[in-house]
């Protein structure tokens, strides 16, 4: 199971926020310098998200995320106020290696497969964030339906992967919801990254066992709940 370690970048600072909410953020440093220390520690990928662009400004945070990219080298999957097919496209060029559709996915839904069959379905994942059973969208602020139904829909557009988020148990250290996550691993064949709530190499362990093919780390990895080597190893992945 491969590990993600995020770099949340919100008016360039890398920051954890708490469900979600702005004024809840702390920040951790420069996103390049939490960058280069979790792939000190091993990380191979990177999971980086424009916050700005989630709560609405898309060109904010450009220039450090082209110095990421740049500077590290390593495979980065990216979200964040990517609104428009335009947006995802700039970004592959860039190379990112896939671009993370949330709201336009379910606003515009073809923009999956165009983008699916301009650049190949592995540079697409589509999101899902969940709270209480429901997709939620435009920073978690609206219901877009359900989120099973979604991920079967987003597999049939040619979405290569899926990011499901727990909502509700995002950001507060407390430990994974099993069932929602084993829901979604159950219902599609494409594979399935899991985030939110991931406090433990015993989080860790139930996912891979659940087949989940990837894990995002964030506010537990930032705080010093877990550690970034245990979970590799937890996970079974080589770094």
Same mark, same amino acid.
């Given at each position: 199971m491969n590990v993600y370690p995020a770099v949340d970048v919100l008016d360039g600072s890398c920051v954890?926020?708490?469900?979600g909410k702005r004024d809840r953020a702390t920040v951790y440093g420069t996103p390049l310098e939490c960058a280069c220390r979790w792939?000190?520690?091993?990380?191979?990928?990177l999971h980086i998200i424009n916050l700005n662009g989630a709560f609405g400004d898309a060109v904010a945070n450009a220039r450090e995320i082209r110095e990421l990219i740049a500077e590290t080298g390593v495979e980065v999957q990216l979200g964040g106020g990517i609104r428009s097919i335009e947006d &995802? #496209?700039?970004?592959? *060029?860039?190379g /990112?290696?896939?671009? @993370?559709?949330?709201?336009l996915a379910t606003r515009t839904p073809?923009?999956?497969?165009?983008? &699916? #069959?301009?650049?190949? *379905?592995?540079? /697409?994942?589509?999101? @899902?964030?969940?709270?209480?059973?429901?997709?939620?969208?435009?920073?978690?602020?609206?219901? &877009?339906?359900?989120y099973l139904a979604w991920a079967e829909r987003f597999e049939q557009l040619g979405a290569g992967s899926l990011l499901f988020t727990n909502v509700d148990v995002e950001g507060l250290c407390q430990g994974i919801a099993p069932d929602p996550v084993r829901r979604v691993t159950e219902r599609v064949?494409?594979?399935?990254?899991?985030?939110?709530?991931?406090?433990?190499?015993e989080d860790v362990s139930t996912l891979a066992a659940m087949g989940v093919y990837g894990i995002v780390l964030g506010s537990a990895l930032y705080r010093g709940t877990i550690d970034f080597q245990a979970a590799l190893r937890a996970a079974g992945a080589g770094g």
């Open positions: 954890q926020l708490v469900q792939i000190g520690q091993g990380a191979r990928a &995802a #496209d700039e970004w592959l *060029s860039l /990112v290696e896939r671009v @993370i559709l949330g709201t073809g923009a999956v497969t165009e983008l &699916a #069959d301009r650049h190949g *379905s592995s540079a /697409v994942m589509a999101s @899902i964030d969940a709270r209480g059973g429901d997709v939620v969208v435009e920073g978690w602020e609206r219901s &877009a339906g359900d064949r494409i594979p399935v990254v899991a985030a939110g709530g991931i406090s433990s190499t």
